[in-house]
């Protein structure tokens, strides 16, 4: 009965779970999912963006961010920060307006929602009477003016957002000052402009759509000046001086008009179509800028010609002769240009443009002749193709980190020299302790690294494996591209390009060895590629080899897509990682996994059909293996053509619930001796059951998966080891593989020295093969040494990074399909020990990952365990080799397919997985390793007023994030419940579907938040230190 008996918890146990895991997320990364809304703070240099789904985010300096999250989960329609204040206001669809301020507690800053307010009309009045389409912050920091779809303007007190009534500048108000030619018309409508006057407080510049824009005394309440177009109004500014309105119409023109005190109903002084003669869209919004040198910038959105260019993005930026049409590949929802900030300065001088487009954020230098772009250092559009896959490193080295970054700044040199215009605020993380990188392979071929060290996921280099094949675009064609004479002069800017020019160069798997610099992606048609880290440009062609994964068996046909023909002869390879060897599988199956071991010199790869290995030093094949079932025809048609196995899934599903009703009711003998014994069996059974409810947990009944059941040959996992695989007294290097239907082969190989590593081939054994019983998934190989310790990466313990593995006691191999974790002792593969996931909780495995969690109290102290992310989204942490659960945190809705499948954990307990197609959520399990945004904002410091400087500058500076050692936290503190995004974003059903398109699901969910970064459910901010 010993065995049966469940052993009380553990106070010292207890005592030290806490001091290792901690779930926290922690920090966005990436371009904000559908954004709506932006704004602008000269004074604080902070820029807002809200979102559709009722998000606002705040970006200053590298490393100060904020996230906010309104109540009503309503698109964000505008955002004002209130002038020379740490507050702003936004506009929800819902016509709600809300007030939020940034309150230093604790030595940081956070984001709060102070207020609400909603604009109440007279009783009976039409909904449009009350509807805000402007809003003006007046820079008495006390007054909002909101104009409306009625033509009024109403005022309200801030704080508290009390109604004036006696203020509210109506349209009829308006109407009794204007002389008697321009009453006749119908002049009013909504407001389509608000505008305080930049040197006298007390006008106001009140646009309207019909054409009719006037200026406002607040004191006398008349109409100082009107000047009527004939066309529709779209918006309107002031020239800094006051001197000139400039105003944009719905025909594409815009016109300037001169406010002095000769004329009460001027002409306008100048009047022109941009791109005319021909018919254009409208210019929605436009900016007159005055410079030192005399001549201004003219800045706006739209009024291209509709015929030939009405489906395009455009800014244009006209200034001394040039302009440009900055033609951006997603829609604009908004842009600011950032001038000088002194309200008592001359001119304008503006230095750059921020432009947010629906896909990404752009910034354009102004000070430098060409206006190139500004690189960002943070809010990159991650989704610039869609993401495929992804794979971090930890820990990278000093020498390997530095050369990606020089590779990288060579790809870098179109980018202006720019400081990052955008600094408000402090960042008070400490610099990270160790480099990370973060792998994202794309749908067009490409694989970028990103610095993940810290709060800022910044872009460092981009691989492109498209020169090894040919397409049918030439790479080396530069769409942007255009003659001088043309026109419109348009210019391609940004980086988001959604389009790939083949699905079959999309990147599937990768795998960096961070200490030879040896890297391997995979793609969708059965491509490997071996590269090598190069510091220089080389021109060389890519030996090719094939690996006939079907071995020649008859009765197969590929249904699939055809392989990517390769480029003959040598290529021109920038700086950077250059392939030099192209393994094709055939068929030409998506590579499902990789495993690179660089001190071998080897690189495993598996698909459907079955796994091979290949000696890149040597270029040649060792074997291959076919994981092929007989019946297993939909593993031939690919992952193109699914429509014909429709019909077969179906069928093969009710086969199997005809086999569960069947099993799970089988007859009964005949006659009474029959219904006798059958009675006598069913009370024994319920007689043992009872008994055995007191002794064991409920466990679920998992009925074998049949070997006919389509994809068992998926090969999901390869794993290399130097282990004991024939005997007890020799260790050998072995290559472990994992399938869909549950069978680990196992190789062992013969790796000549490194001596004779040229000479002598590199041998292959099939040594063991286990067949777990009820045949789950296998997504998870590891080996442990005589302490119980997982064995190290290759080269990791030659570079002194770790200690040698303990090759005296026995090793263990463990396991983990979809249903348990298993271990085995070697060499002999006999179980030891077990955890049946799916029988005791109802979850299968998706992601597991091996991290070390240290001690936050004791630096010297840590333990290895499996990081567990299950297919209902919860994240467990077990023990190795025991198989104990120690924690369990809620992290992902189970709805969010492709959250699942898009997670990646990291080395030291940290993860990231898709919450959106442009957005990584960074979420944390250790006490020890946790970065996050910890910043101040303090406006009673008052911003110098200086330009971002030209020409020293290498783009953007690397960002800091913090990694928190948490006995600076109290024990007792009290976790509370965090904002949850999850009403938000996580409820499109348009996000589900596109991430799904490039993954195998839906999307992410923010819940959770750390306590001590929240005050209420509308607030976050940024929480004490790492």
């Known amino acids: ?140 920091r006390e007054l909002l003016y909101l104009g409306t779809e009625s033509g009024s303007v109403f005022v309200v007190q801030l704080p508290g957002f009390r109604t004036l009534d006696d203020r509210t500048i109506s349209s009829d108000s308006v109407l009794q000052w204007l002389p008697e030619e321009a009453r006749h018309r119908r002049v009013f409508e909504m407001v389509e402009a608000l505008q305080e006057h930049p040197r006298d407080p007390n006008q106001i510049l009140i646009g309207y759509s019909r054409g009719l824009v006037v200026v406002w005394d607040l004191q006398g309440s008349r109409v100082l000046y009107h000047f009527l177009s004939s066309q529709q109004l779209e918006n309107a500014s002031w020239q800094r001086d006051g001197s000139l309105i400039v105003t944009c119409h719905s025909d594409g023109s815009h016109c300037q008009w001169s406010v002095c005190s000769d004329s009460r109903s001027p002409e306008p002084l100048r009047s022109s179509i941009p791109y005319g003669p021909f018919p254009c869209k409208a210019i929605t919004k436009i900016f007159w800028l005055t410079t030192r040198q005399g001549l201004p910038f003219t800045i706006f959105q739209g009024g291209m010609p509709r015929a030939s260019y009405g489906d395009r993005h455009c800014i244009s930026v006209v200034h001394n002769g040039q302009q440009t049409a900055f033609d951006f590949t997603s829609r604009v929802i908004d842009f600011t240009v950032l001038s000088e900030a002194d309200p008592a300065a001359a001119f304008d001088d503006p230095y750059a443009l921020v432009v947010l487009a629906e896909e990404e954020l752009v910034v354009i230098d102004l000070q430098t002749a060409g206006w190139p772009q500004v690189q960002l250092p943070y809010l990159a559009s991650l989704h610039c193709s869609a993401i495929t896959c992804s794979h971090h490193v930890s820990n990278i080295p000093l020498k390997l980190w530095e050369r990606v970054i020089a590779a990288g700044s060579r790809q870098n040199l179109h980018f202006s020299t720019m400081e990052w215009p955008i600094d408000g605020g402090t960042s008070l993380a400490p610099p990270p302790p160790q480099r990370d990188l973060l792998l994202t392979g794309h749908e067009d071929g490409t694989v970028r690294f990103w610095d993940a060290s810290g709060v800022c996921l910044r872009l460092l280099y981009k691989l492109s494996t498209v020169k090894v094949f040919l397409t049918d675009t030439d790479p080396n064609e530069n769409l942007s591209a255009q003659g001088e004479d043309e026109w419109p002069p348009l210019r391609k800017v940004g980086s988001f390009d959604p389009y790939s020019d083949d699905p079959r160069l999309g990147i599937q798997k990768i795998f960096l060895c961070k200490y030879s610099g040896y890297l391997a992606v995979a793609g969708t048609a059965g491509q490997v590629l071996v590269l090598e880290l190069n510091d220089e440009a080389a021109e060389h062609a890519v030996e090719q080899a094939e690996a006939d994964l079907l071995q020649d068996q008859e009765g197969y046909r590929w249904k699939g897509h055809e392989r990517l023909a390769a480029r003959p002869g040598p290529v021109c390879f920038e700086a950077g990682f250059q392939p030099f060897v192209l393994v094709q599988c055939q068929p030409p199956a998506v590579v499902t996994s990789l495993a690179l071991h660089s001190e071998w010199r080897l690189v495993a790869f598996g698909t459907s059909h079955g796994f091979g290995l290949f000696d890149h030093q040597q270029r040649r094949q060792v074997f291959v293996k076919c994981t092929l079932h007989p019946s297993d025809q939909l593993a031939l048609e690919g992952p193109l053509s699914r429509v014909k196995s429709l019909k077969k899934s179906l069928r093969q599903s009710f086969r199997r619930m005809r086999r569960s009703r069947v099993s799970g009711h089988k007859r009964r003998p005949g006659g009474p001796m029959g219904e006798a014994q059958a009675q006598a069996v069913s009370t024994k059974a319920e007689r043992t059951g009872l008994q055995n409810m007191e002794l064991a947990p409920v466990q679920r009944k998992i009925e074998a998966r049949s070997a006919e059941d389509s994809f068992t040959g998926f090969v999901r996992t390869l794993y290399f080891a130097d282990t004991y695989l024939r005997d007890s007294s020799r260790h050998c290097p072995s290559l472990w593989a994992g399938t869909n239907g549950g069978t680990v082969y196992a190789f062992s190989l013969r790796v000549p020295p490194a001596e004779r590593r040229m000479d002598e081939l590199v041998r292959a054994e099939q040594a063991k093969e286990i067949q777990l019983m009820h045949r789950a998934p296998v997504v998870g190989i590891l080996v442990l040494d005589g302490h119980s310790v997982p064995l190290p990466e290759p080269l990791e313990v030659a570079h002194d990074l770790s200690k040698s593995p303990d090759m005296q006691g026995s090793h263990q191999l463990l396991v983990v399909s979809e249903e348990q974790f298993k271990v085995f002792t070697l060499p002999k593969v006999s179980a030891k020990l077990k955890l049946k996931l799916t029988a005791l909780e109802g979850s299968r495995v998706r992601r597991v990952g091996v991290a070390h969690f240290g001690s936050c109290r004791a630096e010297d102290y840590g333990e290895h365990h499996l990081a567990v992310l299950t297919n209902l989204g919860d994240i467990q942490v077990v023990s190795m080799p025991l198989l104990k659960p120690q924690v369990r945190y809620s992290c992902i809705r189970r709805e969010d397919v492709s959250g699942i499948a898009s997670c990646v954990f990291t080395r030291y307990g940290q993860g990231f997985y898709l919450i959106s197609p442009s957005e990584f959520e960074r979420f944390s399990l250790s006490t020890k390793w946790l970065v996050e945004p910890r910043c101040l904002v303090d406006s009673t410091k008052t911003k110098n007023y200086n330009r971002p400087s030209n020409g020293n500058g290498t783009g953007p500076k690397r960002t800091s994030g913090q990694v928190r050692n948490s006995r600076s936290q109290s024990d007792s503190e009290e976790k509370k419940p965090g904002p949850v995004m999850e009403h938000a974003l996580l409820n499109d059903e348009w996000v589900l579907k596109e991430i799904q398109s490039t993954l195998e699901g839906d999307r992410g969910s923010y819940s959770h938040r750390r306590s001590h970064r929240v005050a209420v459910g509308c607030s976050l901010g940024n929480g004490e230190a790492e």
């Open 1 to 140: 009965m010993r065995r049966f008996l469940r052993t009380g918890h553990d106070p010292a146990r207890e005592r030290l779970k806490r001091d290792l895991f901690q779930f926290n997320k922690t920090v966005e990364h990436g371009f904000p999912h559908q954004p709506s809304a932006l704004g602008y703070s000269p004074s604080l240099r902070i820029l807002a963006i809200g979102t559709r789904s009722g998000a606002v985010k705040l970006y200053g300096a590298p490393g100060v961010e904020f996230m906010g999250l309104h109540r009503e989960n309503n698109a964000v329609m505008q955002i004002h920060f209130l002038p020379g204040q740490c507050e702003l206001v936004t506009l929800l669809d819902d016509n709600s307006l809300h007030l939020w301020s940034l309150k230093v507690k604790g030595g940081v800053s956070e984001l709060q929602e102070e207020e609400s307010f909603i604009l109440r009309g007279p009783p009976g009045a039409a909904p449009s009477a009350t509807q805000i389409t402007e809003i003006l912050p007046h820079s008495s």
